[in-house]
């Protein structure tokens, strides 16, 4: 069974940078689509970013446009995003989905069947 985990994560100033990772544990059958999510305290988990499998196109939401870059490396099985000019609000757990194989994935978290963990991410002076 694929799994994914996330690394990366931890208290950084405001206007820091981070760069959070995701590794899948096992190859896929077929390209599938990965996104990052975040859920902050009290609130629903929201759309970051997501990537198709041939890095052909991204989409980040508006919040993020600008500061985050959503990227993969699909020989080693890894999605990264990367995050800069760190603000409190980006305060939350964030965590990566992966699509089935051939399945299309955007900016709703049920387009995604296989989820990591999370990792923590706390923005604060």
């Known amino acids: 069974q694929v799994q994914l985990v996330e690394s990366g994560g931890g208290l950084v100033q405001p206007g820091g940078s981070l760069r959070l990772s995701c590794t899948l544990s096992a190859q896929t059958y077929g390209p599938y689509v990965m996104g990052w999510f975040r859920q902050a305290p009290g609130k629903e988990r929201e759309f970051v970013a997501a990537i198709s499998f041939d890095s052909s196109g991204t989409n980040h939401a508006d919040y993020v446009k600008g500061r985050f870059t959503i990227s993969r490396d699909n020989a080693k099985n890894t999605l990264y995003l990367q995050m800069n000019s760190l603000e409190p609000e980006d305060t939350a757990i964030y965590s990566c989905?992966?699509?089935?194989?051939?399945?299309?994935?955007?900016?709703?978290?049920?387009?995604?069947?296989?989820w990591g963990q999370g990792t923590q991410v706390t923005v604060s002076s």
């Open positions: 989905g992966a699509s089935a194989p051939f399945a299309r994935a955007g900016t709703r978290d049920r387009d995604y069947v296989t």
